[in-house]
């Protein structure tokens, strides 16, 4: 009997912990989320802007200065597929994993896990303009876009995916 109630005692206190964590980290709005948590997301971060939903795109979009942010949905409320930032009109910013500045930008937009998790990501190829990287969480697409650096981060396991339409859309002709 006493080493049930030790158990129970050590449960309960581990399941205790486990929810005060959660409910103290600050949420990050990330692909294969539901589209409300990304909309209510935004909306706390000072660096993005306002999101609308654009029906012509599948997505919610904005632009607050330089900086355009968009989120692909499977439908007006379903859940995110891929999320995107472009910066526009600054040269010293560059999606790599090696320019500071991309890196801090996407710590003050995300958080640090994120940041560090592109930030040593590991090159996996290029196709196009696209080049593609696998971090430990999720997987990256940057492009160098006219007049800016774009970044997308789209889940993990869909990185063949998104790197074999990239390869058919270079000998076809894909809606973009």
Not at 159 to 164: E, R, Y
Request: glycine residues 6%; hydrophobic residues 35%; positive net charge.
């Amino acid at each position: 009997m006493l080493k049930s109630c030790k158990f129970n005692y050590l449960f309960n206190v581990t399941l205790s912990a486990i929810a005060i964590v959660l409910a103290v980290t600050p949420a990050n709005a990330l692909p294969e989320q539901n589209i409300s948590t990304v909309v209510k997301w935004a909306k706390t971060r000072p660096q993005l802007p306002t999101l609308r939903y654009n029906s012509e795109a599948h997505g919610y979009e904005g632009t607050k200065g330089k900086l355009y942010f968009y989120a692909d949905v499977t439908s007006e409320n379903g859940t995110v597929t891929k999320e995107g930032i472009t910066v526009s009109g600054d040269s010293s910013l560059k999606f790599t994993t090696k320019n500071a500045k991309a890196v801090k930008l996407l710590q003050n937009i995300y958080n640090a896990n994120i940041a560090n998790d592109f930030q040593k990501s590991r090159y996996v190829t290029k196709v196009g303009r696209d080049q593609f990287y696998r971090g430990q969480k999720f997987a990256y697409i940057a492009t160098e876009v006219q007049g800016g650096s774009s970044l997308q981060i789209i889940p993990l396991n869909k990185l063949q995916g998104f790197i074999d339409n990239a390869k058919y859309c270079q000998t076809n002709q894909c809606d973009i």
